[in-house]
């Protein structure tokens, strides 16, 4: 366990042990200790946007719980928690089940990711387009060699994170059209297992979310690519290497890369305080310059392009 949230959760344990007790740290918008949920696919963005929130307010402890969407969600309509990070916005029957209960929760944008294809170092099939994918997702494709005659990495073997997950819906509500995402597809339970299973499976056709793999000052992302190759996705009819993108912040701002998503902060703060703090960084300057180094969009930030060009 990571020793700042050991500590955090031994202080929480302790609070709960003397009820009657006045807390040495009360809750405001910038102390306390909060539980908060994340998807798991956004854990590398909230890691970090978490370490660098305690480090600038040290009476501030944030105990982050990784797990699926679809849980995170539920602990919010619980009221396990009160803050938490997803990749989408609260339904109308969640806002009103949250209203009869006289809680006006908030939705807020503080960034664009998107949807990467992996795939192993072996196979040398890494482009495609919706058409495409929609195939493979449903079933009605299975095999390389359906895609590129000759290929000899054999059935296609779509991994996911977790059932329940972002990556799962994106797929079934953006990719897979009117039809259903096949049997054949399974989850390795975490994004860091789906790169482990790419990149010791030639046929494994692997989706995360793009934060995994996008901060280039990140350690841990620089090893993930040296084991697997993210795939290039295009809106053509007929995907070439020309008009085909990666998953780079720049393809991502101008939209020519198709997969995009936007990541929401769930809050459900009727105080005003810790939830809101922590809201109010990741949407601030610091918060969304966080975002922007770890190869994302910024919600509230303006991102300048460059246009380098070779000198003669």
Known sequence: MNIRIGFWLLLLVSLGACKGKTSSV???????????????TLSPLAEEAINVFEAQY?????????TSEVEA?????RDSVRWVLATRPLTENELESFHSKKFFPESVKVATDGIALIVNRQNADSIFNLALLQKIFTGEITRWEEIAPGSRAGE?????DHPNSSTVRYAIDSICGEGQLSE????????RKVIDYVARTR???GV????????????LC????????????????????????QPYQYYLYTGQYPLRRDIYILLNDPRSVLPTGLTSFFSGSRGQRIVLKAGLLPATMPVNIVNVREQI
């Open 26 to 40: 009360q809750e405001t918008l910038f102390s306390g200790v909060i539980r908060v949920a994340v998807d798991e």
């Open 58 to 66: 040290n009476q501030a402890g944030v105990i982050p719980l990784y």
């Open 73 to 77: 969600i539920n602990l919010l309509l």
């Open 156 to 160: 296609i073997q779509v991994v996911f």
């Open 184 to 191: 054949r597809c399974h989850a390795a339970g975490t994004n």
């Open 203 to 205: 046929g494994a056709l």
């Open 208 to 219: 995360i979310g793009v934060n995994w793999i996008s901060d280039d000052r990140d350690s």
């Open 222 to 245: 620089r090893d993930f690519l040296d084991e697997i190759q993210v795939a290039r996705v295009s809106r053509a009819d007929r995907p070439t290497y020309g008009n085909s993108y």
